[in-house]
């Protein structure tokens, strides 16, 4: 999806009268991409890199380019041999002035790819500003394909590309509709700090030592929660900051270690206000790249994402929804089936149109895949011209045969997979397979735009050892409906949490927030934090919410993947102007590096380095 709005600054051109001696360089009239008819005949002056320079044995042609396109020049040495020498051998992505009268070029000469591709000049003159020497790695499309350190190391070349130039516009107009939206329904941008007291998302902190609290950290900002809670404590109403947040996670594909979110938060509110608040400015961004979407956004429970899709975040481009056939197999002979039923488990299944055609080797990977996402198999029944075919089917009656080719409306041609777990695990699996064969056999429609809401999250985590922890984050809400839970069985109560999800990615969440200190309390309790922890932790805003809190929610929309998907690229790294690898490096300033004696010293530090790396 590319952007349809012009991206070419406002020119200040100047003339000779305005420009001094004094000036390194001849400053431009025109930008190289916006020359047009009305030019022709004119002298104009560019700035820009030369792109491509072709000596043709006689004739030069260069095609120079900056931010708003290209513009072709040629030297012809009969005409001017000293403009001529001078471009002569020029290196690409040489910085050059060229001054000279716009012509049309000859019509068989046209460039139908150019929006200039009909106009150029023979300069009058030509300064070479700045020289490059031979790149790196060469600034065409092709530069998607070069090894993505090197595209990072030399950053600033790899950013001159128009491509990323698309990009970055692209990211600004997003950021412009956000706050346009945002300021028109009356919040504040406000910053929060960098250097604060941790705030947990979930992830490891980055922590910043502190010079004059010696043995002190700063922890840098998971993301603005406490603070943005504070601001409706304050009376701020409304508040929105498009906020960098760092969190020190282990290796994750298309991953940052430093990211930007669309924090938002409002108060006096409930759940839809925050939700209509967000498809309003979602609307907005998406209309920079030319998609409508409908308010308001289908919302589904967390618990029917899960039953149909298998997902918190399902892709609702296709269908294939889970069939559930526990009831099947309450009773019967298939054991590894109805004992996962007995256990309160599930059995699900997926029909695939067309899938009965799958090779044994397509069969045997699936097998494998089903390992890799953490199920023992998965079972299957191909339906064949010549009946039913699978290695379960020896284990189940003819009823219950029937009974899933009815349920699941598998006909010849058609397969059948199954996934008996409990519903987590089950679900789980089959989500993974879904997207699997929703690839598999093209039913994406890559041109549909499916955004929802997911709603009713639970509101922890449980663990095998009955500990809880928060789903989102502690500052969570539960449900109303669901507050005497929380004394009698907390693991099934869900919460005011929401996540919107856009073609299958969650591109951002938040929550109504407790707003009652004592509520408050009692969830860091569950949490297993005693009062001692909460307070240390806590302290400050379990004291705050002692003067009088308003009911307030939010949420934070990733600023990274919004653009990226708008941009129709599969990485966040695209639209990041200098991202870190995925192993949190910088190659382009080798960051992070080791501080110097003297600086570990003002910070009162040593370091305690792993084995192999004190050695090396
Ligand atoms: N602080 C949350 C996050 O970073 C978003 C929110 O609840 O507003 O995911």
């Given at each position: ?20 001696k ?14 047009t ?21 006689g ?38 002035t ?6 049309r ?22 300064e ?9 790695f ?6 998607d ?22 990009n970055?516009?692209?990211r ?7 706050r346009?939206?945002?300021n ?6 406000i ?10 998302e979930?992830?490891?902190?980055y ?31 409304r ?23 669309v ?12 939700l209509?608040?967000v ?23 967390w618990?029917?994402?899960?039953e ?5 975040k399902?892709?609702l ?17 298939f ?9 309160g ?7 695939v ?13 699936l ?7 953490g199920?023992?198999?998965l079972?299957?029944?191909v ?8 290695p379960?089917l020896k284990f ?11 349920r ?16 987590n ?26 955004i929802?809401?997911?709603t ?5 985590e ?11 984050h ?17 693991g099934?109560?869900?919460s005011l949490g929401?996540?919107v999800?856009?073609n299958?990615a969650?591109?951002g ?9 004592d ?5 860091f ?6 009062d ?6 806590f302290?400050?805003?379990?004291e705050a919410f ?12 990733g600023?990274?993947r919004?653009?990226?998907m708008l ?13 870190k ?11 992070p590096?080791a ?5 570990l010293?003002e ?14």
């Open positions: 999806m590319q952007t349809t709005v012009a991206s070419t600054p406002q020119a200040t051109p100047m003339t000779q009268d305005t420009q001094t004094e000036d390194f360089f001849t400053q431009r009239s025109h930008f190289c991409g916006d020359v008819a009305d030019q022709v005949s004119q002298t104009v002056t560019l700035n820009g890199w030369v792109a491509v320079n072709r000596d043709l044995g004739l030069i042609f260069i095609e120079m380019r900056d931010r708003s396109g290209f513009f072709q020049i040629v030297a012809d040495p009969e005409k001017n041999p000293q403009v001529h020498g001078i471009l002569s051998g020029l290196k690409a992505e040489t910085v050059i060229a001054t000279g009268p716009v012509t070029r000859p019509e068989d000469t046209y460039n139908p790819n150019l929006p200039t591709g009909e106009f150029e000049i023979y300069p009058t003159s030509v070479v500003i700045s020289r490059s020497k031979t790149l790196p060469q600034l065409d499309d092709e530069a394909l070069v090894d993505e350190g090197l595209r990072l190391k030399h950053r600033y070349l790899d950013l001159r590309r128009p491509k990323m130039h698309q970055f516009l692209l600004h107009q997003v950021a412009q509709a956000i346009n939206s945002l028109s329904q009356g919040f504040l941008e910053e929060t700090p960098i250097l604060l007291k941790a705030t947990p979930g992830a490891r902190d922590l910043v030592p502190s010079r004059v609290h010696p043995g002190q950290t700063f922890a840098l900002p998971q993301s603005p929660q406490i603070f943005k809670q504070l601001l409706m404590v304050s009376g701020m109403e508040y929105y900051q498009i906020a960098r947040c760092f969190r020190d996670e282990d290796l994750r594909a298309d991953r940052q270690p430093e990211f930007t979110q924090d938002l938060e409002m108060s006096f509110v409930n759940q839809e206000d925050v209509s608040t498809e309003d400015l979602l609307c907005q961004v998406f209309s920079v790249s030319g998609i409508t979407l409908e308010k308001p956004f289908r919302r589904m429970s618990q029917e994402a899960m149909k899709y298998g997902s918190d399902p892709d481009r296709f269908g294939m929804e889970f069939i559930d056939l526990t009831d099947i197999f309450t009773t019967s002979e054991s590894a089936f109805r004992q996962q039923v007995e256990k488990g599930v059995v699900k299944a997926l029909m149109k067309g899938a009965a055609s799958y090779s044994r080797k397509e069969l045997d990977d097998q494998v895949m089903a390992k890799r996402f199920a023992k198999g079972a299957y029944i339906y064949n011209e010549d009946g039913p075919k699978s379960i189940m009656s003819e009823a219950e045969q029937q009974a899933i080719q009815q699941t409306g598998a006909e010849t041609g058609d397969a059948v997979f199954f996934a008996a777990d409990s519903f695990a089950a679900c789980a699996v089959l989500g993974r397979f879904r997207l699997l064969f929703g690839e598999k056999h093209n039913l994406i429609d890559k041109n549909r735009h499916e929802l809401w997911v009713d999250f639970p509101m922890f449980v663990d095998d050892a009955g500990n809880l922890s928060p789903n989102h502690p500052f969570t809400s539960p449900r109303p409906q669901d507050l005497e839970l929380l004394d009698t069985d907390p099934k109560a869900c929401y996540d999800v856009y299958g969650e591109i969440g938040g929550s109504v927030r407790i707003h009652q200190r509520l408050q309390a009692k969830i309790k569950l949490l297993g934090l005693t001692e922890e909460a307070h240390e932790k302290g400050f805003l379990l002692e003067y009088g809190v308003p009911p307030h929610g939010g949420l934070a929309l600023l990274d919004i653009v990226a941009a129709g690229e599969d990485s966040i790294r695209e639209v990041i102007a200098f991202p690898t995925n192993n949190a490096a910088c190659p382009l300033t080798s960051a590096s501080p110097s004696e003297e600086q010293k910070l009162h530090m040593a370091w305690v380095l792993p084995e192999e790396e004190a050695e090396a």
